[in-house]
């Protein structure tokens, strides 16, 4: 069975979704809790520790019935099971995409047994590392991990050390990801070679910036007489040939599949460095949670469905409001790499103009995603949200108790988290002049959980990958393939070779030039 291929325009949802549109055109959100019955109750899920509230959005009853007609005029029930069953729905890489398998462990299959010894594999260096059982080459114990990856071999495991570091273990870690020498210089200034274990991630093994990284690591371990390098690389890869090749020991390789994207690996062995960092106990919660949340979306109800109703909000602002981005506020410092995160799983996902059947689509598709943590982006860019031009659609995303237990702080940030929801809805005038004055209207969606947690952060990420899934079911195009990445890494490779040849070939004017003051600089 393969995903189904409709064009969601030529839908009866979607051309009474253009009307509606017109309908609502300057409905406050405020008069329609007065106008729709229930509208809290309706519009609001309670799933585990997750409570998700989407009553303050610019939608009514019938919006809302209409959007999940889309969702059965696209058929998106059948394309879930597509996702769960591991059919081939990476059409144009011909791979399922079973990312959720990397955290089922109820699953009996051949792939369910691999993946549980992965996992072993996983606990096992784990509490061989934080015991001192496995040593650096001269006997020293290890004291800190480099993990070095680029894109999904670095965004996952650097956003989840940093969100649950107050779990952290005794090790120190640090990320590599750019082939800017300079970010590795700093990160080598750091470290004691002796009592480093360097982590190299990559899927393909063949990325450019991950490659040179290693050899220059490999380079510098040499310089600093470490006399088996091998004993302080590991490589996480799905192409162990060259991974022998480049000098890993094949007991240091740890399994990476071609039916896990990139942007969707923290869950398995590219979250070795999650499992250092915060333990591997932690890390099987964080599975558990994303596993939790990975059932809720495949057997709810679509009204229901945390992730089905995030992604047919963003399609109603997307696709018919005109919106032309949303932000992700986390409240809490301890998320703040999540929007970075986000940005790779939503726009490497959905940024496609051709759709499932080949055709270029005449509609809009991925959005762009943006953010930061709460309170400093009130400090920041708020100002744009409450009285710019623009409708900027946010998920507010805060927690009920906070991990030090400074309830003082605690209950002035989450005042400030229910405050910015409430201001961006109703608006008001803080004085008579125009300036002061706030129109509202601005939509939100509010996430609130127990505390910031292994489980609860696998959940909220769980939820974002099915939104993403969701948006493209609907939008019809293929989420997890990103031939948009190639075009430039082929130019930048042929670029490299004049420019280390110093022999500028033909291109267009504005190229020349520049490879021309780079060379003759
Ligand atoms: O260039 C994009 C990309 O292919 C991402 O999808 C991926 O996460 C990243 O590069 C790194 O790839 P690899 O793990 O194969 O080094």
């Not at 791979?95 to 096992?124: M, Q």
């Not at 020293?140 to 991990?145: E, L």
């Not at 708020?382 to 009920?400: A, V």
């Not at 899934?469 to 130019?491: A, P, R």
Request: aromatic share 10%; with cysteine; proline share 2%.
């Amino acid at each position: 069975m393969s995903l189904s291929k409709i064009n969601p325009t030529k839908t009866k949802a979607w051309k009474a979704l253009l009307k509606k549109k017109l309908e609502l055109d300057g409905a406050k959100i405020i008069d329609l809790f007065d106008s729709t019955n229930d509208r809290l109750k309706k519009f609001s899920i309670n799933f585990d520790n997750l409570f998700l509230d989407f009553s303050k959005n610019i939608i009514d009853d019938k919006t809302f019935a209409l959007l999940l007609e889309l969702c059965e005029e696209c058929e998106l029930e059948k394309n879930i099971k597509c996702l769960f069953n591991g059919n081939k729905i990476n059409e144009t890489e011909n791979r399922s995409v079973l990312h959720t398998a990397l955290r089922d462990f109820d699953l009996n299959t051949e792939i369910g047994d691999e993946l549980s010894s992965d996992r072993e594999k996983i606990k096992k260096f784990t509490e061989d590392i934080l015991s001192g059982v496995i040593k650096g080459s001269t006997n020293k114990k290890i004291t800190d991990i480099v993990n070095v990856g680029i894109g999904g071999s670095d965004l996952g495991p650097n956003m989840v050390v940093e969100s649950l570091k107050f779990y952290e273990t005794d090790l120190t870690c640090h990320f590599v990801s750019n082939v800017d020498g300079d970010h590795l210089s700093e990160i080598l200034k750091k470290i004691n070679p002796e009592t480093t274990i360097f982590i190299i991630v990559s899927k393909t093994f063949t990325t450019q910036e991950t490659l040179t990284n290693a050899k220059q690591i490999k380079d510098f371990l040499i310089s600093r007489s470490i006399e088996d390098v091998s004993k302080h690389f590991i490589g996480v890869t799905s192409n162990i040939k060259s991974a022998v090749e480049f000098g890993f020991d094949k007991e240091n390789i740890f399994n990476m599949y071609d039916f896990v994207g990139g942007r969707f690996s923290v869950w398995g062995s590219v979250g070795l460095s999650v499992s250092l960092a915060v333990g591997y106990e932690n890390f099987e919660k964080f599975l558990k949670g994303a596993n939790k949340m990975d059932e809720h979306f495949r057997v709810s109800s679509f009204d229901k469905n945390i992730p089905v109703c995030l992604a047919l909000i963003s399609i109603w602002y997307n696709n018919f409001m005109n919106c032309e981005t949303e932000a992700v506020l986390p409240y809490s410092e301890y998320l703040k790499f999540i929007p970075n995160y986000l940005q790779q799983m939503f726009m490497e996902s959905n940024g496609k103009c051709i759709d499932r059947s080949s055709r270029k689509v005449d509609y809009q598709t991925g959005t762009i995603v943006w953010g930061g943590t709460g309170t400093n982006s009130q400090h920041a860019f708020f100002q744009l949200l409450h009285q710019g031009t623009k409708i900027i659609p946010c998920d507010f995303i805060g927690f009920k108790s906070s991990l030090h237990g400074n309830n003082e702080a605690h209950n002035k940030l989450m005042s400030n988290f229910i405050a910015q929801t409430q201001a961006l809805m109703i608006g008001g005038s803080m004085g008579d002049s125009p300036f002061r004055k706030f129109e509202g209207n601005n939509p939100s969606n509010t996430i609130l959980l127990d505390k910031v947690s292994p489980e609860s952060l696998g959940m909220i990420l769980s939820m974002y990958e099915h939104k993403v899934f969701v948006q493209g079911i609907i939008l019809n195009i293929f989420s997890f393939d990103q031939w948009g990445v190639e075009l430039g890494k082929s130019l930048a490779n042929t670029l490299l070779t004049e420019i280390e040849s110093k022999n500028i070939l033909d291109h267009d004017p504005s190229t020349e030039n520049l490879l021309d003051k780079l060379i003759n600089k």
